[in-house]
């Protein structure tokens, strides 16, 4: 297989299709992690002339478990940042959750949900990830449900 591309056309389906690639990438996630090799990139958005299928397809990755997507043109690039950048709420909830548990790390509670080390990693990787963030990358486009 050579990619989402490459698999749709195997199984002859709609690359563009969250629904008809959906078994594969989401099996994919859970297999890079079984083999402890970091969460995997999307696949290419191939209409690479429209923008708001670029950012629906993107903010769809993220669901299945993805953190990035390959990009076949460079002016795709800051509409991915944009889009995978956690937002400012998002930032300020993982910070909180982290000061919740404090030094220890122990199982908390925090504005009623338990906070237990998965939480706590999870909001750690996301604050991290926010560190990593390009500049200019605060809040994603809005995004169609």
């Not at 749709?8 to 992690?33: G, I, K, M």
């Not at 504005?111 to 990693?121: A, E, I």
């Amino acid at each position: 297989m050579s990619g989402s591309v490459g698999l749709a056309a195997e199984l002859n389906v709609d690359p563009t299709s969250h629904q008809a690639l959906h078994y594969a990438r989401s099996a994919l996630v859970p297999a890079a992690a079984a083999a402890r090799c970091g969460a995997p990139v999307d696949g290419v958005a191939t209409a690479f002339e429209d923008e708001h299928a670029l950012i629906d397809d993107t903010a769809h990755a993220p669901s299945l478990g993805f953190t990035g997507k390959l990009c076949i043109r460079p002016g795709q690039v800051p509409v991915v940042h944009r889009v995978l950048a956690p937002t400012g709420k998002q930032i300020r909830v993982a910070r909180a959750v982290l000061a919740a548990a404090g030094a220890e790390g122990t199982v908390v509670s925090h504005g009623g949900q338990m906070l237990d080390r998965p939480v706590l990693l999870r909001a750690q990787a996301l604050v991290d990830r926010a560190a990593a963030t390009p500049a200019g990358a605060e809040e994603p486009p809005h995004v169609s449900p």
